[in-house]
């Protein structure tokens, strides 16, 4: 099966000081995976390193068979990659909503009828059509995180990487990301500290260490039982 991501034993310093080492990742052709871990590990950090925003001291990172060392060599691949960045206000391209999830579209030389067409239609997958003539700024958090959220999604990427998608998120808007989510077929890329939500929408999910990833279960796709009197549980294991 072909790979989206192949990330080899990279290590990332922050002013001359290890953050992590020995990552490796492959991320293959529709797999969904997560990325875990505390405030400061590094999660944002790895995504910047995979579009070659941060530089790596050491080890690869392959997108789609492109190697990525720097900014540059993210240009080929760069309309294969939905990037979703943690701060939404560093994501928007144009100032009013609708003009901003066309960004893309327009760029690409897709017709104005068509982007319209299209943004109207992303809109509405996420409820969020009555937000179209307003101003990206004065957005809520969480409406700026949809609004952003459309604006990768539009673009149709083969993989999509997902910075703290759930940040901003009421309840209900979590589970209906969820649900269009799981339903997305390509490779994804959720970087969360919310062990919870990524476990219903990825196949695996991994904790990130100063030493590498870790394997983490999952507990909807494991098994789960009870023993002993104790409630429904899994047993944790790391390959
Ligand atoms: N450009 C930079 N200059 C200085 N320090 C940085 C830079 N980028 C990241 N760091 C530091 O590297 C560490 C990892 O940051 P990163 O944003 O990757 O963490 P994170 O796991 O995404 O955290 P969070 O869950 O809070 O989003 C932090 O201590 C951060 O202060
Ligand atoms: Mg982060």
Do not use: W
Request: aromatic fraction near 6%; proline fraction near 4%.
């Amino acid at each position: 099966m072909s790979c989206s991501l192949n990330i080899k034993n990279i290590s990332v310093d922050i002013d001359g000081i290890e953050l992590f080492k020995n990552i490796s990742l492959n991320v293959l052709h529709k797999e969904k995976i997560a990325i875990i871990g505390p405030n400061g590990c590094g999660k944002t950090t790895l995504l910047e390193s995979i579009v070659g925003l941060c530089p790596i001291k050491e080890g690869s990172v392959e997108l789609f068979h492109q190697k990525i060392g720097c900014a540059d060599d993210f240009k080929p691949v760069r309309h294969m990659v939905g990037y979703l960045l943690q701060d939404s206000d560093n994501q928007f391209l144009a100032p009013i909503v609708e003009d901003d999830i066309a960004f893309t579209l327009l760029v690409r030389g897709i017709d104005k009828s068509e982007a319209k067409a299209r943004t109207n239609a992303i809109l509405n997958d996420l409820e969020i059509s009555h937000l179209a003539k307003k101003v990206v700024y004065h957005l809520s958090g969480g409406e700026k995180k949809l609004v952003a959220l459309a604006g990768v999604l539009i673009a149709e990427p083969k993989l999509m990487l997902l910075d703290e998608p759930t940040s901003g998120l009421d309840f209900e808007m979590q589970l209906k990301l969820t649900k269009i989510l799981k339903n997305i077929d390509k490779s994804i890329v959720i970087v969360s500290h919310d062990k919870e939500f990524v476990e219903s929408i990825v196949d695996t999910i991994y904790k990130i260490s100063p030493d590498g990833l870790k394997r983490m279960s999952n507990f909807k796709t494991e098994y789960a039982h009870t023993h002993d009197g104790l409630p429904l549980h899994t047993h944790p294991h790391e390959h």
